[in-house]
């Protein structure tokens, strides 16, 4: 069962999606959950069923104090690589809430200060605290949605069932058709088969 982070403060929690995918946005989301919420299907959305997260999806979204979901593109992640993007997208979801907090919990152990709020990062905190899961569950089932669309204008890459990740599949087609304007220009495989003219 998860618990809430013990602390005086405010808290919200960040976590996001999509980092180890090929193609697509980076999702991030922020939120501030009341003290006194629990449910015991919130959890590391990476444990959880497509109907589990569904499920938790509203359930966070009806209980929350405050949510925000932001999403930094393929492009910026080409720009500042997928880590920086990350932590970017988190700061973008930090930026949207209209709610007051005052301590930060990020799942991992890379961020960077935004603005003067302290911050803690802590390992598997998605599977630990309720706030870092909500978040995860946000910021997952966005994506996932968002890799839905996407998919209907390329369907030859199978982005409704990889939701952009590298399966074998989803790596052959690379090879077979090249990458689409939502591929991450900047990840190995997808080096692989740009046409040095793409940069001239």
């Known amino acids: 069962m998860l618990k809430h982070y013990d602390s005086k403060k405010i808290v919200v929690g960040c976590d996001e999606a999509g980092r180890g995918c090929l193609a697509g946005p980076v999702v991030a989301a922020a939120v ?3 003290l006194d919420f629990s ?11 497509l109907d589990q997260r569904l499920k938790a999806r ?9 949510f925000a979901i932001a999403e ?8 500042f690589n997928i880590l920086n993007a990350s ?18 919990l ?8 935004y603005k003067n709020f302290p911050h803690k990062c802590i ?16 910021a997952k089932t966005e994506r996932d949605n968002i890799m839905q669309r996407l998919s209907e204008e ?6 409704h069932k990889n939701k952009g990740y590298p399966t074998l599949e989803h790596r052959e087609a690379i090879y077979k058709f090249g990458i689409s304007p939502y591929h991450r220009k900047s990840f190995s495989i997808c080096q692989e088969v740009i046409q040095p003219n793409l940069f001239q």
């Open 32 to 34: 501030i959950l009341p």
């Open 72 to 79: 930094c593109s393929p492009e910026e992640i080409d720009k």
């Open 106 to 113: 990020v799942d991992g152990n890379r961020f960077k200060p």
């Open 87 to 104: 932590i970017l997208a988190m700061h973008k979801a930090l930026e949207k809430l209209k709610k007051k907090f005052q301590l930060i």
């Open 154 to 159: 390329f369907p030859q890459y199978h982005w």
């Open 39 to 49: 449910n015991e299907l919130i959890n590391d959305s990476k444990q959880l069923s």
């Open 58 to 66: 509203e359930i966070i979204i009806n209980s929350a104090i405050d």
């Open 123 to 138: 390992i598997k905190g998605d599977a630990t605290y309720f706030s870092i899961a909500a978040a995860s569950i946000l």
